[in-house]
């Protein structure tokens, strides 16, 4: 038995364990910053335009809503209430 290659190996799997463990680290990190971190409607993840439309095509949704403004009046009449005020014992 060759005791300095025994040792050697060990020493090969203890820096792969220790990248391994830095990556898997890394990666909690991002994952974190991703659900706590702050978060923004703005944040387009996937900018380079690799992801597919469910529609088949790009749409511009600002030209298809429409907004309509409405005034709306109506009278009210408020019903009164009429209380006893202190009740005795």
């Given at each position: ?13 203890i820096q ?69 005020g202190r009740?005795s014992f």
């Amino acid at each position: 038995m060759n005791y300095e290659a025994i040792i050697a190996q060990k020493d090969k799997e203890i820096q792969q364990q220790a990248a391994k463990i830095e990556e898997l680290a890394h990666q909690i990190t991002l994952l974190q910053k991703l659900i706590y971190g702050r978060k923004s409607e703005r944040f387009i993840a996937n900018a380079d335009g690799a992801q597919l439309s469910i529609f088949g095509e790009q749409e511009n949704t600002q030209e298809m809503v429409e907004t309509q403004k409405e005034t709306i009046t109506y009278d009210r009449t408020k019903r009164r209430v009429t209380t006893r005020g202190r009740l005795s014992f």
